[in-house]
């Protein structure tokens, strides 16, 4: 190899011009910029800092703001993946009622510490697509180099999950009492692929193309379970630094609670959740991720907004 490929092959690897390019979609799509998103965790008993590569906020309604009635906040990691690696994930085997997965919270929309109430379920429409995978891990396949491993994806899974936290506080102290989105998405260049039903020892043992064991797609959904050092973070995380005023959180909830919100919805009690660690609340906003394929994360972007966008118009017709 020259020395001259070898300078854009590093430069690639950096995923530098892959994150420049999706800041660009994104600003054509409405959004702020900003080129990274750092928070803190711990690493044995040193805080170290860590970043997420794009952090992009937009308000809605989308493309009008004169009248702000809520915000969206998209955390990006780009993983720039050379010629002939795939991804490859598992589907999830489940049967209804025992997946892991919750729909309308590959989205989190947060209206709990809002006068302005979402419609339950507002983002189901995201997620309820017969086109969109649900799936378990994911293997990087290199079939140049002839290797698997998931070391890749699991990091940007993992860079993803941990900021997450300091997002969500900033979304409660800063949100300007109005309901926030807040979405996740894992960015490659890599072709995805989902495993076929029928995937097995097999199957892999009698085809030389991934393309005979697995069907392409252009984003999906994964789960990345919380850990007990997750959990740790977010205890510590929500303790330290998450600051509200009492008095005010206490007359959103009194005023949610005359409209027949649940208890355990209720801003005081979903902060203490959050201090706590309650290990179902961590499930429930902290577990899903979207993995996306570069060529549709403009389709994706969309899709988004246009879920968004409906929640918060039935928002506007309930009130």
């Known amino acids: 190899m020259s020395t001259n490929q070898k300078?854009?092959?590093?430069?690639l690897s950096s995923s530098f011009p892959l994150?420049?390019?999706?800041?660009?979609?994104?600003?054509?799509?409405?959004f702020s910029i900003s080129s990274e998103f750092s928070y803190s965790r711990l690493d044995g008993d040193i805080?170290?800092?860590?970043?997420?590569?794009?952090?992009?906020?937009?308000?809605?309604?989308?493309?009008?703001?004169?009248?702000?009635?809520?915000?969206?906040?998209?955390?990006?990691?780009?993983?720039?993946?050379?010629?002939?690696?795939?991804?490859?994930?598992?589907?999830?085997?489940?049967?209804?009622?025992?997946?892991?997965?919750i729909l309308g919270q590959t989205i989190r929309a947060v209206d709990n510490f809002s006068k302005d109430i979402l419609s339950p379920n507002c983002v189901v429409s995201f997620d309820d697509n017969e086109n969109l995978p649900f799936c378990f891990k994911g293997v990087e396949i290199d079939t140049v180099n002839?290797?698997?491993?998931?070391?890749?994806?699991r990091?940007?899974?993992?860079?993803?999950?941990?900021?997450?936290?300091?997002?969500?506080?900033?979304?409660?102290?800063?949100?300007?009492?109005?309901?926030?989105?807040?979405c996740p998405i894992l960015l490659t260049n890599a072709p995805l692929y989902v495993a076929n039903d029928d995937f097995s020892m097999q199957t892999?043992?009698?085809?030389?193309?991934?393309?005979?064991?697995?069907?392409?797609?252009?984003?999906?959904?994964?789960?990345?379970?919380?850990?007990?050092?997750?959990?740790?973070?977010?205890?510590?995380?929500?303790?330290?630094?998450?600051?509200?005023?009492?008095?005010?959180?206490?007359?959103?909830?009194?005023?949610?609670?005359?409209?027949?919100?649940?208890?355990?919805?209720?801003?005081?009690?979903l902060i203490d959740s959050l201090i706590s660690g309650n290990k179902s609340t961590l499930k429930g906003y902290f577990t899903q991720y979207i993995v996306c394929n570069w060529e549709h994360f403009p389709e994706l972007i969309q899709d988004i907004k246009d879920a968004i966008s409906e929640?918060?118009?039935?928002?506007?017709?309930?009130?």
């Open 47 to 101: 805080k170290k800092d860590f970043s997420v590569d794009i952090d992009a906020l937009s308000f809605t309604p989308f493309g009008n703001e004169s009248d702000l009635t809520g915000s969206a906040h998209l955390l990006v990691e780009c993983k720039y993946r050379k010629p002939g690696t795939n991804w490859l994930f598992l589907p999830d085997p489940n049967e209804p009622g025992f997946s892991p997965f």
């Open 204 to 269: 892999v043992l009698s085809t030389n193309k991934v393309d005979d064991i697995a069907k392409k797609v252009p984003y999906l959904v994964t789960y990345h379970d919380i850990s007990p050092d997750f959990t740790h973070h977010c205890i510590n995380e929500f303790n330290t630094n998450l600051h509200y005023d009492l008095e005010e959180f206490e007359d959103i909830g009194k005023f949610r609670k005359s409209k027949g919100e649940y208890e355990h919805c209720l801003p005081i009690h």
């Open 146 to 153: 002839s290797s698997a491993h998931d070391a890749q994806i």
């Open 311 to 319: 929640a918060m118009i039935e928002m506007d017709n309930d009130t």
């Open 7 to 11: 300078w854009k092959d590093k430069l």
């Open 155 to 182: 990091h940007g899974l993992s860079q993803l999950q941990y900021a997450l936290p300091a997002l969500f506080e900033h979304g409660i102290m800063f949100g300007g009492e109005q309901p926030f989105f807040i």
């Open 19 to 30: 994150e420049y390019e999706a800041m660009k979609v994104l600003a054509k799509n409405g």
